[in-house]
Each structure stands twice: as C-alpha cells, then as structure tokens.
C-alpha cells in the first residue's frame, strides 16, 4: 500500500502524466478509496495523493470526470467520520473546494444531491465537510441546463430546488449551527434567504439553550444578504415565548406536568444577556440592521416583551440611536396606559377580549432581569427611569408657581408614566450596585436645580430610596451635605420634602445632623423670607423626630429602619440628656423668629401642636414660648376693651402696611396646645398618680386659662367700634387706613373663631356656655356681613371670604352635635345653636371650605391637618352626617334662603357631599366603598357587601332627588342643585364597574331621563356628558340609542317625541 501511494505522489510531482493516467486507470476505485483512507488516516502526504489523482484525472474525460467524482464522494463521508485530524480534513477539503469548479454540470448535481441527502439522514454531524457545500452550489448555478427527471433545468433553478428540498427537511439540531454558517457562503435569492430563515427560527425551540447565542450570532452575519426584519423578530419571539414559559411556571408550578423539562431562570437570563451583546455588536457594524429593528418595533408596541425591552436598552448606548429608542419606550409606554384606560372603562371592550400588552410590567420584568448581569442594561435603564419622568412629572401652575397638593394617586397616563420612571430607578437602585452613585446624584440635582418646576415626584423617589438602602446613603453623605447647603434658595415645599425623607438618616448619622444644624442656623439669618422659612420647617421637623425620652426606638422612628442599618456612629447613639439638650436648642433657635415676618411666625405657630403631641415631653417649653408671645397682644387690665392688642400686629413701611403678627393663629394654637395637654393630664392622672411636675404644669395652665376666659368675657362686651371697625370704617384696599382695617378685621374674625371653638368644648353642652358661643358668632357675622358689603362696594377689594380658623375636627363635630345628637341630656344646650339658622349655615360653609381645602391640596390648616388618616376618619363622619340632612329635610322647606339669592342648606349639603366624593377618590381611591359603607342607611342594610351594591344604594338615592327635581314645576326647579345632583351621580357612576349589573340600570335611567323630561340647555349638557361617558363605557349600541334620544332645539332640550 505505501509503495503505490508513492510511486503514484513520484509520477505527479515529475512531469510523466500519461504515465500517471495509465497507473490510476489501472487501479479499482476500490483501491484508490483504499489509498485515500489510508493516506488520511495516517496523515501523511493525503494533499500530495489527492492532487496526483486530480493530475491524473482530466476533466474532460469521462473516467477523469467520474474519479474526480469518486474522490468527492468518498473523502467527504471520511471527512465527516470524525476519524481524522481536523489539520488533515481542512486540508482535504481545501484540495476539494479548489477542484470543484473542474467538475461537470451532471458531477456536480450528483454531489449537491449527496450532501442534501446525507444532510437529512444527519450524517453531517462534524459539520467539517460543509464548507465544501457553498462551492458546490455556486458551482452548480453557473450551469446552464441540467437532467431534472424527464426535462431540464438551469443550474439557478437546479440550486433553488436542492435548497428548497434540504429546507424543508429534518436537520440534525446539532448541525443547525453548521448549516446556517454553510448558507453565509452560498448566493441566495431573497425567496430562498427567508424560506432557510423561517427554518432556522423553528429550529430554535429544538436546540439546546446553550447553542442558541452561537446560531444567533451566525444569523446576524447571514443578516448581511437581507432578512434583516425577520432574522430579529424570529429571535425575539423565541425569547418572548421562553419568558411567558417562565412566568406560566412560576404561576403554576406545582400543576405543570413534570416530565416537561424546564430551563433555569439563570440559565436563560444569561444566555438572553449574551445574545443582546450579539445584536448591539452586529447594529453597531450594520446601522441598517438598527434601522430595521427600530421600524419593526415602531409597528409592533404589541410584541413587547422584557428581552426587546432589554435590547432597546442596550441599543441606546448607541448613540446614534439613543434619542430614537427613548421616544419609541416612552410612546410605547402612553400607548400602553391609555389602552389601558380605554380598556377598563369600556365594556365593548371588554368584551373584544383584545389581548393587552403592558408597557409598565415588560419594563419592570427587564429590571428585575437585569439582575442576571446585564450590565450592558442598566445605564439605559437609569437613562429611562429619568427620561419618564423629567416628560411625565407634574407641571408648574400658572405663572411658573409649583401646583400645590400633587400628592395623589397616578390615574393619567402621564402620571402613570411618570411612576413607572421612579419605579424603575428604585429597583434599579436597590439590584445594582455600580449605578447607585449615578441615581442619587442626578436625583439630589434635579431637586436644587429644578425651582421653577414640582419636584414632588423626585422627592417620593428619594424618600423610598432612604428606606430601602439607608446605609448606602450615608456612604455617600458628602452628597447630601453639598444638597443641605442649597436649602435656603430652593422652594419650601422641596425643602419639607427633602428634609422629611432624610429624617431615618439624621437619626443614626451625627455628622450629618450636625451639618443640616449648620445649615438651618445660616438660613435663620437669611435675608430671603424662604430661607428662614425653608429653616423653620427644618427645625420643626427635627423636633418632631428626636424625641426627649428614648434613645432610638422603632415606634419613635418615622420611618422604620432595620437593626442592622443602624450600625452608625455607635459611639454617640442618642440619649435622653443628649435629646432634650438639642431640642431646648433648636426652641431656642425657634423663638428668635417669633420677631420675623407674618408668614414665618405663622408656620411656627402651624408647626408647634405637632411637635407637642410627637414630643409631649417638651410641653413647658412650648407652652411658655406661647404663652410669653401671647401676652404681648392681650391686655391685663380687665376693664380694658378691647382685650387685645392690634396695633402691635401690624408694622409699616413706608406708606405700606403689612400683617406683622397673626394674632388669630397664635390664639388658635395655644388654644389647640392647652385642650391637647388638659385631656392628656386627665388621662395620665387616672393612670398613673405622678404628681411630680404638676405645678409647673398647672401654673402656665391656669395663666393660659385665665386668659382665654377674660379674652371671651371681653371681646362679648366689646363692639366693633371698640376695634374701630363700625360701619363708617373705610375698608378700600387703595388707601393705608383701609388695608389696616382690613388686617384688623380678619384678625378679630379669626380670634372670634378660635373663641367659639374654645368655649364650645368647655361648655360641655351647656345652654349658658353654648349661649356665649352664639354670641361670639353673631359679632363675629355682623363683621363678616359689614366686611362683605363694603367689599361689594369697592372695586379694589377683594371679595374673597378669609379661611376660617375652625379646625376640621371641631367642624366635624359641630355639624354631627347639630344635626345627628339625639341626647336628652344636650338637647336644651343645642337648641341655642340649632334655633339660629345664621350659625348653622355658618357651620355648613366651613366644612364645605375645609373639604375643598383638602380636595385641593391634600391637607386642611390647623390641628391634625396633615394626618391622613384622621383626616378620611372626618370626612366619613361629615358623609354621614350631610347625607342624613340632605335626605331627611327638604330643601322646599328653605323658602327664606331662595329669596334672599343665597344657596340653601341643602345645597350646601350637596356641594359639601360632591367636593367629599371627588376629595376621596383623588386622595384615598381605595377607600371610596369604605367611606358609602360609613353611612347610617348602609350599616342598617346588612346584606349590602358588594361595593357596587353599597354604591349604587347611595346612586339611587340621588336618581330620585334629581327626579323629584325633574318633575316638580318650572317655579320649583332648582338649577344649581339638579345640577350637584347630575355632578354627584357621574362621580359615583365612576366607582361602577361596566359588567356589573348596577352599571346596566345607571345607563337605563339615564336614558329615560332624557327622553322624557324637558329642562334647560345648560343642565342637559351635563346629563348628556354623563350619558356619553358612561355609554361610551358599555357598548357602541347603547351609545347611538343614546345618542338619537337627545334633539337640541334652540335653548331647549325636548324629548324625541315632542
């Protein structure tokens, strides 16, 4: 065997070629298979005898022409055995590619059949002999006909049918990886290109997970002849299909059949995060690829999933791509939350059964995926999360001033964006360490430097990043402390933000409490009124927090942090010595402003009953800074008039004059202060009999009480001319004399309030007390209706009401012992109050002003204004209580009220009641049933539970008194209250759900409203607003009836029938 492989490498290295012809003719292709494999197998000189057999072999011979053919169909099948070294078959099928062009049009038909056929019995399984592939079909479509069964076919045509048939076959899926690099070498036509793509894509679910990124990589260098579109959606639908698997599993894990195999999460977040790097490394080489993704996604938002959420992530590190990318994420977004919107309040809809893609969770999904070291991710990530919400964050009100009460649920699409930004960063925050750094920076910037906008959105992010990760904050202090040195120049609403969200750091952190100390104490100084209010708001919030008596409990911590953050500056953990030393401090930092301007007296006087019910323990200090102040404006003699002091209140400047004390708050708070501290007494002595510091207690006590009850017995004896604010008084905004009679009236007004208040809780329903109340109030309303008068004469006076000083408690419980105290007992003492019909619409107006208040801003001035909780607590007892007076005396009885051109109680009831219903759903959305389930009608009820039964109790009683409305006569009709009625119904309508069969009847009544009844344009427009809204909701059916139902004549709106 050795002697005829070298005799025939001697007879083709020398120039003897018929001498080598003749030798080859003389050996069987048995033999010459035989020196072939033998030659291979051993590895030496195989190119020496393979090109001696190609010598000897001329092409244009018949017997050349079939060796030729027997050495290709023999050493590709040697190649494939796996038998050889890979130097050795590299080798020969270089040899092979270089001979193939030499082969025939009939040679090479029949060697393309034999790769597609061992193709499809998987004898291909190296893959090493596929090279040869490419050259064969290129060689094979350069021929002009060929044998195709009975006919003939171009050798194009020929190479489209072989491709046709290997596609279309079963590959081997360990050889998908082989096959698609073989294709990159071969001219395809586009129809072929996307017939083996769509192949290749199915043969993704068959190979294993971590053979998908190599296969993924050949196919976006196979993306260079085209099929760009589809290379990319076929990878990202196999991805989307494994993340809905995922989910399904995590869902129902315990039901999946078991022999289903599963793939790891890790496993496939890993193996996603490699093929993304592919697709960003392949759209940087090819900008077309990236032009064809980004279209694709453009017409696809629907096909969202976390991997292409993923992918646009990373593809915006590129940044011809960045601002592209960002636009199509945040059009995605709003898309998604306004099909949303549509969604849930449509039943057409509903029924539609449109499968919904959310924007809002695919991100989600991709951050919490990232966590799987998708560092390419994250910097897009970050860059989103702000994109969202510098676009969808709150916008500044008129003339550039902030909108004061953003707080409240996201229900636009906008505002939903916007949270999801923040939603984004915080658990970016929380999952990666590297871009923390970043977050924090960009958020503590955007707070200083955004002044002219809200920044109430960046203030919730930065507070839920102080809870989640405190200890990463404090590393990075220096931070905080640069922001704490902006705090005199930023809006007041940023610095209570900021400084509240900080308050679990300044707790285990002294050097940054000693730098926000630092920095109040400067900005006390300011020459800004900001500034010094931007330090009392932070001195405030500090006393709140650092309580006297124990050191660090959870129950005194505004927020909760666990034991293992508070591992900080251990070696001065606070004391109680330590406490008390820095709160007297910073009060005695406090009282230098009880000699500034109006306005940051005010927020001390605002700010002191909190401090006192969170740090009861600094009562004597408060309550003798309090009542020190107040004796400066009360006069001692008792048969002096009036009791007070004005002229000290106001200062001057120039020809100007300016409110320098507000006397009404300071009364207001110490009175607030004094009942807080008398019920705590009572309650601490009944518990506990410590008597130890009861006569400190009792004397600023006493003295306080002594005051207010000269105070009341006083400004009783007193009249307006005392005050010098009689009738003749000149209250013109454009003189000096009237804007100080201005100032002094609403001073004496609000005084009069907090006396009313005061002496209604120490009458204790007594007649004779209760008698000094009314009193208190008809002087008050004959200033009010003096103030009212010249204020309607004077063009340049305001005709606005000041706010009243009631708190909102008090006026809950005024309005309950008026209308709903059934007591025997109190009843003589309330009938003083219920007999004067002055005081009881008085009452209803201030809880009407307390509800807007709170519907507005999301707080009410005084005591408890700002805690949540008590606040939603009075607004179910002013519910039960306006509802009952609404229902249970009607408003045909209120002649005198209609005459006078004033609104009725009733009226007031109602606005009371619609400005309750919109305040809940703004600030407390989840506890609307909660509020209708408070009301006496529904606790009678006990088989209403559903709360679209507990609504729709309450929408039936307002259907009939709009009905009752409808019905009555045209001298009868009351515009303004049909239209509360209107108003009120559309809320609660709201809270229906579109399937529910409560909803059905709301749009039946609705309807037959206005087919038979005739009312006035303005008013029909609202029921047709309504109409529309909740049609629009249920069905296009309902909403053409409803729609031909309406006829609009002239002024009027007549039933069809007319």
Known sequence: MKGEMDKLVSLAEGDHITELQNYLSALTDEKIKALMTNSALKGKRVGAMLKGIFKGSPSNSSEGANRRLLVYEHCIPLCESGDLQAEVAADMIGLLMLETHTLSGPSLAKLASLFVDAIKVGKMGSGKSL????????????????????????????????????????????????????????????????????????????????????????????????????????????????????????????????????????????????????????????????????????????????????????????????????????????????????????????????????????????????????????????????????????????????????????????????KLGGQVLLQGFKMHEPIRGEILEQVLNRLVTKTASPVSHYLELFSDIVISAPMILLESSSKLTETFDHLSHLPLATVQGLLKAVQPLLKVSMSLKDALILVLRKAMFSSQLDGRKSAVTGFLLLLKNFKVLGSLASSQCSQAISSSQVQVDVHSRFNSAANEAFCLEILSSLRRCLGQQADVRLMLYEGFYDVLRRNSQLASSIMQTLLSQLRRYYEPEQDLLPPVKLEPCITTHGDQIFLQEPLAHLVSCTVHCLLWLQNMHTATTDDSGDDDDDEE????????????????????????????????????????????????????????????????????????????????????????????????????????????????????????????????????????????????RYALSVVVQ???????????????????????????????????????????????????????????????????????????????????????????????????????????????????????????????????LVSILAVLSRQLQPTSKQFVQMITWTVKICKETSFVCMFSTRVLQVCCWSSARTSTASWETSIRTWRWKGRLILPSST
């Open 131 to 418: 090279e040869l592939f490419p050259t064969v079909l290129t060689a094979l479509a350069a021929c002009e006909a060929l044998t195709y069964g009975k006919g003939e076919l171009s050798g194009e045509e020929y190479k489209k049918q072989l491709i046709n048939s290997l596609c279309s076959s079963r590959w081997d899926p360990q050889c998908v990886i082989h096959f698609t690099t073989m294709f990159r070498d071969v001219p395809l036509s586009l129809e072929e290109l996307q017939f083996l793509v769509e192949k290749v894509v199915r043969m993704f679910a068959k190979l294993d997970l971590q053979e998908i990124p190599p296969l993924v990589y050949q196919l976006l260098l196979l993306s260079a002849k085209g099929c760009k579109r589809q290379i990319l959606d076929g990878i990202i639908s196999y991805f989307k299909e494994q993340d809905i698997h995922q989910e399904e599993e995590e869902k129902h894990g315990e039901n999946l059949d078991l022999e289903v195999q599963s793939i790891p999460q890790d496993q496939l977040r890993h193996v996603e995060g490699t093929v993304i790097l592919h697709v960003v490394f392949a759209i940087r080489l090819d900008h077309e690829l990236g032009r064809e993704f980004l279209k694709g996604f453009k017409t696809s938002y629907g096909d969202l999933c976390p991997f292409s959420v993923a992918l646009l992530l990373s593809v915006a590190r590129i940044q011809r791509y960045e601002e592209q990318v960002f636009d199509l994420l945040k059009a995605a977004v709003v898309k998604s939350f306004k099909d949303k919107q549509l969604l849930q309040g449509s039943k057409f809809l509903q029924d539609l059964q449109l499968g919904q893609c959310s924007a809002a969770k695919m991100i989600l999904d991709t951050v919490r995926n990232s966590v799987f070291g998708w560092d390419h991710v994250t910097q897009g990530m970050v860059q989103l999360g702000f994109f969202l919400m510098d676009a969808f964050g709150p916008k500044p009100g008129p003339f550039g001033k902030a909108s004061e009460g953003s707080g409240g649920v996201a229900r636009t699409p906008p505002q939903q964006a916007c």
């Open 697 to 840: 207690e009792e004397g600023y006590r006493s003295d306080l009480q002594a005051i207010l009850e000269s105070t009341t017995r006083r400004m009783l004896k007193s009249e307006l001319e005392d005050f010098e604010l009689d009738k003749s008084a000149e209250f013109s905004l454009a003189s000096s004399v009237g804007v100080k009679n201005n100032i002094y009236a609403v001073l004496v007004m609000g005084v009069y309030e907090v006396l009313m208040e005061y002496n209604f809780i120490k009458a204790n329903y007594n007649k004779s007390h209760l008698e000094g109340v009314t009193e208190l109030f008809s002087r008050y309303h004959r200033l009010s209706e003096i103030l009212r008068e010249k204020s309607g004469k004077s063009r340049t006076s305001s005709n606005k009401t000041p706010r009243s000083l009631l708190s909102m408690g008090f006026a809950s419980t005024l309005i309950t012992a008026i209308f709903r105290d059934n007591a025997q007992s109190r009843e003589e003492g309330l009938s003083v109050l219920r007999s004067n019909g002055e005081f009881v």
């Open 850 to 980: 307390k509800i807007q208040q709170l519907e507005e801003t999301g707080h009410t001035d005084g005591p408890d204004g700002q805690n949540a909780d008590r606040a939603f607590r009075f607004l179910c007892d002013m519910t039960r209580v306006l509802m009952w007076r609404y229902t249970n005396i009607p408003s045909v009885v209120e002649e005198a009220g209609r005459k006078e051109r004033r609104c009725s109680l009733s009226q007031l009831c109602l606005e009371g009641l619609l400005r309750i219903f919109n305040a809940c759903q703004q600030r407390f959305p989840d506890k609307m049933t909660q509020l209708l389930s408070t009301m006496e009608a529904a606790e009678d009820d006990g088989e209403q539970e559903d709360a679209s039964e507990v609504n729709y109790f309450y929408i039936r009683q307002f259907q009939r008194a709009l009905f009752t409305q409808l019905s009555g006569s045209e001298e009868d009709f009351n515009s303004r209250e049909a239209q509360l």
